[in-house]
């Protein structure tokens, strides 16, 4: 059984910051590639940034030079800083990792909700 916790969402201005948090627990043997996805309404879910074991990031071209994914291996935790925050990232965020534990498989957090706004 894996379970996955989000943190860190909430409302913010134009310009502002966020750290977003997933934390994994349970029986987990391994964690290969992290990632956040984002899913505003009425859009199809996307792919915000993902991190593979080795550390070899990627970035959606919307969100390049302002978030930064980051994990800490030891604590099963994936981080998604968030800087420049516009209106248009307003989104409900969703981490998905892929973990090894009675079979290799794909885990979503609950997601929680960015607000974007003045």
């Known amino acids: 059984q894996v379970q996955l916790v989000e943190s860190g969402g909430g409302l913010v201005q134009p310009g502002g910051s966020l750290r977003l948090s997933c934390a994994a627990s349970?029986?987990?043997?391994?964690?290969?590639?992290m990632g956040w996805y984002h899913q505003a309404p009425g859009k199809q879910r996307e792919l915000v940034a993902a991190?593979?074991?080795?550390?070899?990031?990627n970035y959606a071209d919307s969100v390049k030079g302002r978030f930064t994914i980051s994990r800490d291996n030891a604590k099963n935790t994936v981080y998604l800083r968030m800087n420049s925050l516009k209106p248009e990232d307003t989104a409900v965020y969703y981490c998905?990792?892929?973990?090894?534990?009675?079979?290799?498989?794909?885990?979503w957090g609950q997601g929680t909700q960015v607000t974007v706004s003045s």
């Open positions: 998905s990792l892929r973990i090894m534990s009675l079979r290799l498989d794909t885990y």
């Open positions: 349970g029986s987990i043997f391994s964690i290969y590639t």
């Open positions: 991190i593979t074991s080795a550390g070899t990031t």
